[in-house]
């Protein structure tokens, strides 16, 4: 696949805008607004999560670890090449629930391997701790995970699946009644944005790869793209279980009570670019562009959403972008954008969330 498509070595090749096909002045427009922008979420992020949760004392609290934020920073990539960037992209920060797309390239790993015979598998015939036991958990499927539609019930690190029940996602959202009792579905029945059940994924991933799961990306995806070694991926601080022996951190799917994924704009980017290219990097298949194809399929029940990426499709989530779009998002607000349509990807890290459509839109604006 890589013959005639630019994939970036040790250094990343950066052209003119116009190389690209796009025009510069319109292009450092969208830069200019990110700079402009800047998320008002506080830079001292343990104090800002210690503030803004309010969840129960006695579930509530951090248990990974946090960093301080950096300033706004990003780039813009057109057929694999570098045609904008702004801040310190090479700055380590927290990317909160972008994880979550991490997650998925893991199953999807696992899913290409055979370690994973079918996303229509139940859970609980791969893992037998008793999370998926009777009489509701045990139908939840691997897909129902990753579509986060699975409503599965329990307790994780302390932290109960309640916690985030009700909860909701977006500039409007409404978390007035998050952490309240609301009477489960079945499995494939209802969305829910819950970071209990995403680390409950994380765990049965733990499980099936019997190796951390850090070691899994790192191998088989971030050393072959060429990310640097800087990212890291945690977990809790009890999230520690023992296969075969051997003790392991099972890692977070977001940084909602700290932890998650530790990583640069470049890195992302890098990330952004093998997803785009439908799992290839240069002639190398990373990721089968069968999974690909299931992580960016709409989900029944909610359509903007696959195995954990978000999607652009009615009502969009992003008004000015095509259909074709699909998004790595997490908190802050941090942003993989990977537009088919236009061979692009885009990262942009700590924007006000309210002005990245615009953001998009001045992208959009630049191309000829």
Request: hydrophobic share 35%; net charge neutral.
């Amino acid at each position: 696949m890589g013959d005639h498509l630019h994939f970036p070595g040790e250094e990343w090749e950066r052209v003119r805008p116009e190389v690209a096909g796009m025009d510069s002045g319109k292009l450092q427009k969208a830069v200019s607004l990110a700079l402009e922008y800047e998320t008002p979420m506080g830079r001292d992020v343990a104090s800002m999560m210690a503030s803004s949760m309010s969840e129960p004392p006695e579930y509530g609290g951090i248990l990974g670890p946090t960093k301080d934020r950096g300033g706004p920073n990003g780039l813009v990539i057109r057929g694999g090449r570098i045609v904008a960037e702004w801040g310190d992209t090479s700055r380590v920060d927290m990317t909160f629930s972008v994880s979550k797309s991490f997650l998925s390239v893991c199953a999807g790993l696992a899913f290409d391997r055979g370690l994973i015979r079918s996303v229509h598998d139940p859970v609980g015939t791969y893992c037998q701790d008793g999370g998926f036991d009777p009489p509701h958990n045990d139908k939840i499927a691997w897909e129902h995970l990753l579509q986060q539609t699975s409503e599965w019930e329990g307790t994780l690190w302390g932290k109960p699946d309640l916690i985030d029940r009700n909860r909701q996602v977006g500039t409007s959202a409404d978390n007035s009644l998050k952490g309240t009792h609301r009477d489960l579905k079945g499995p494939g029945a209802f969305w829910e944005y819950n970071d209990v059940r995403v680390n409950r994924l994380s765990l049965s991933l733990l499980q099936v790869w019997r190796r951390p799961l850090p070691e899994v990306l790192g191998e088989c995806v971030m050393e072959p793209i060429g990310a640097s070694k800087e990212w890291r991926w945690h977990g809790y601080r009890n999230s520690f279980v023992v296969i075969d022996g051997n003790k392991m951190q099972s890692v977070s799917g977001g940084g909602h009570w700290g932890g998650g994924m530790f990583i640069s704009s470049r890195d992302q980017a890098r990330f952004g670019l093998m997803m785009l290219r439908r799992g290839y990097w240069g002639n190398r298949q990373i990721l089968s562009e069968g999974w690909v194809a299931k992580a960016t399929t709409p989900c029944e029940v909610n359509p903007g959403y696959g195995y954990l990426f978000w999607l652009n499709r009615p009502p969009k989530k992003f008004p000015s972008l095509p259909e074709s779009s699909f998004f790595a998002i997490g908190a802050g607000y941090n942003v993989i954008w990977m537009d088919l349509e236009h061979d692009l990807v885009g990262v942009v890290r700590w924007m006000a969330q309210d002005k990245v459509d615009g953001f998009f839109r001045c992208i959009l604006a630049s191309i000829r």
